[in-house]
T-cell receptor, first 111, second 111 residues
Framework: NAGVTQTPKFQVLKTGQSMTLQCAQD?????MYWYRQDPGMGLRLIYY???????DKGEVPNGYNVSRLNKREFSLRLESAAPSQTSVYFCASSETGFPAFFGQGTRLTVV | QKEVEQNSGPLSVPEGAIASLNCTYSDRGSQSFFWYRQYSGKSPELIMFIYSNGDKEDGRFTAQLNKASQYVSLLIRDSQPSDSATYLCAALMDSSYKLIFGSGTRLLVRP
């Protein structure tokens, strides 16, 4: 039972490049989340998906898009990366109204 | 702006002592409160959540909530060096999926 799996674990992008962060969970959860964590700022919600086919913006959605491909997978796309998007990104899932299980994180650096 | 405030620490306690971690929140509409533990370089783990005023105990952990004072705390009894981590407090508005996180308190348990 892998829980929540994120890929990649590390990534370096040049400004303006695009990339997709992948997230998959094997717990049959309806809710999935994308957070970013910056030093001294705690976790901030980027996007949320309550179920397959639905997504909602969180606190900091600008510069990101998401896709809830199916119940298992929830991807986060950066269309044109900026240095301000340098952060650690966490995917999470739950069957309740709050994130219960987190992936191991993706450390992204935009240069 | 809804805020959750925590002292960044580090809070240093000797092994076997009680560690007391505190959190205040600004939005009186917040209904549910959560504590996550995050080891350095790792993802957050949900420890406890509390909805009602008073205390909630789970093993060595006790969460305390005082809605009148807008104050949440986490007590860790018989602290162990393995408890050394950053503890994140979070608040959830009723009918909302948007969890607001504090920036975390770093706890150091000295052997």
């Amino acid at each position: 039972n892998a829980g929540v799996t994120q890929t990649p674990k590390f990534q370096v992008l040049k400004t303006g490049q695009s990339m997709t962060l992948q997230c998959a969970q094997d717990m049959n959860h309806n809710s999935m989340y994308w957070y970013r964590q910056d030093p001294g700022m705690g976790l901030r919600l980027i996007y949320y998906s309550a179920s397959e086919g639905t997504t909602d913006k969180g606190e900091v959605p600008n510069g990101y898009n998401v896709s809830r491909l199916n119940k298992r997978e929830f991807s986060l796309r950066l269309e044109s990366a900026a240095p301000s998007q340098t952060s650690v990104y966490f995917c999470a899932s739950s069957e309740t109204g709050f994130p219960a299980f987190f992936g191991q994180g993706t450390r992204l650096t935009v240069v | 702006q809804k805020e959750v405030e925590q002292n960044s620490g580090p809070l240093s306690v000797p092994e076997g002592a009680i560690a007391s971690l505190n959190c205040t929140y600004s939005d009186r509409g917040s209904q549910s409160f959560f504590w996550y533990r995050q080891y350095s370089g790792k993802s957050p783990e949900l420890i406890m959540f509390i909805y009602s005023n008073g205390d909630k105990e789970d093993g060595r952990f006790t969460a305390q909530l005082n809605k009148a004072s807008q104050y949440v705390s986490l007590l860790i009894r018989d602290s162990q060096p393995s408890d050394s981590a950053t503890y994140l407090c979070a608040a959830l508005m009723d009918s909302s999926y948007k969890l607001i996180f504090g920036s975390g308190t770093r706890l150091l348990v000295r052997p």
